[in-house]
């Protein structure tokens, strides 16, 4: 470990937090607009997504579930089409368990400390640390992908590699944390979003980073640049992910409005339709049968599909 890593957080700071305040993407649950519960919401949807994508579904979500409590009242119906194309669709059932336990068990209101946090389903280590940091203003570390390799490559001169963060990760995002917990913070936003639009995985925009100056990796000719990843990325297409993403997407097509609750009631897709999303049959019925098991879609006696009530 670097043992300079706290001395130099605290010599990049001034011109991190000055690029910070020019160039924030100006994110709705960004800049205490918006409740705890607001950002837990976009923290489990921003998660392998992009900002971009993130920033509608976010918003319309909010505007009909602005609580826990009401979240958790919804049909799972509804849920799942409001979720619409922003991937990996168990995240939003898993949300809605949050909801109720929140409601249920918390008075409505989201716990306060990294346990309570964790505690809840589908809450890790990652989601519970930005609520505490973004929402309640705690000096916490927030470690993600875009975090650790800023770090690493600002204070180690090294790649940060893919996987799930390492000790040395967390205990050189620890050290790098400022004491006083508004800066720190300012300081998790500002690493987050340096990572996200200048100190990229593939091409960083070393010529306008406001801490090139103090930069080990850059000093060091940027070696090993873009080695971050310990598997290959899976393609999509043809993958099951694709296909349950078409069942899915067809359900949410189907006659009902969603916001009154009626998505799923006596909507379904005849068994003919269904076997028209896909022409490999075998993978077709896997990936039902997966979603099936995964609670995002309900198999009729006839060999229809519905989302659930």
């Given at each position: ?72 009242h919804a049909s ?166 694709q296909v349950r ?65």
């Open positions: 470990m670097n043992d300079t890593a706290a001395p130099l957080s605290a010599s990049v700071s001034t011109p991190l937090f000055a690029w910070w305040h020019a160039n924030a993407r100006d994110l709705p649950w960004r800049f205490g607009r918006t409740t705890p519960w607001g950002v837990l919401v976009s923290e489990v949807m921003s998660q392998q997504t992009q900002m971009s994508r993130v920033v509608p579904y976010w918003e319309g979500w909010m505007a009909v579930w602005p609580d826990a409590a009401s979240l958790a799972k119906a509804e849920v799942i089409t409001a979720w619409g194309r922003l991937g990996y669709p168990r995240r939003a059932l898993r949300l809605q368990e949050c909801a109720r336990a929140v409601a249920d068990e918390c008075g409505d209101e989201l716990p306060r400390d990294y346990d309570g946090l964790t505690a809840l389903p589908g809450i890790g280590d990652y989601t519970a640390s930005a609520v505490l940091s973004f929402a309640f203003g705690e000096r916490i570390a927030v470690v993600d992908t875009n975090i650790r390799r800023v770090l690493s490559r600002l204070f180690l001169g090294v790649e940060s590699r893919g996987g799930a963060a390492s000790p040395a990760e967390r205990e050189l995002a620890n050290r790098a944390l400022p004491e006083d917990a508004a800066r720190s913070v300012t300081w998790n936003q500002a690493v987050m979003e340096l990572g996200a639009l200048v100190c990229t995985a593939k091409a960083p925009a070393c010529d306008v980073c406001p801490v090139a100056h103090r930069c080990a990796f850059l000093a060091a000719g940027r070696p090993g640049l873009g080695e971050r990843r310990t598997r290959p990325r899976q393609r999509f297409q043809g993958t099951d992910r993403g078409i069942v899915l997407d067809a359900l949410r097509k189907l006659p009902g409005d969603v916001r009154g609750g009626n998505a799923g009631a006596g909507a379904s897709l005849p068994r003919v339709q269904v076997e028209r999303l896909w022409k490999d049959r075998a993978q077709l019925d896997a990936c039902i049968a997966s979603l099936d098991e995964d609670g995002l879609i309900e198999i009729q006696p006839d060999g229809s599909l519905r989302l659930p009530a």
